[in-house]
């Protein structure tokens, strides 16, 4: 009987595939936080810190999902 061994790099790659909902979550949470501290602190009329940052979170989120996806993918 052959005794056969887990492929491993396919166990790191679902394992890298798994953390991405987290760090776009914790990604997007940050810069959310950061745009209401400046709403409550440097309060604007026609600016809403919040919603900016928090849409400059999700591309950066989505940058980073990219460069993560391709990365794995060329391995």
Known sequence: M???KP???????WMSLIN???????IIFVFFKLGEWL???HPSSTIYYSQLLT?????VA????IKQVNKI???
């Open 7 to 13: 492929d491993r790099r396919g166990i790191n790659k």
């Open 73 to 75: 993918g060329n391995k």
């Open 20 to 26: 991405i909902p987290f760090q776009m979550g914790l």
């Open 62 to 65: 989505l940058y980073q999902v």
């Open 2 to 4: 052959e005794n056969k």
């Open 39 to 41: 709403d409550v602190n």
């Open 55 to 59: 849409l400059l979170g999700v591309v």
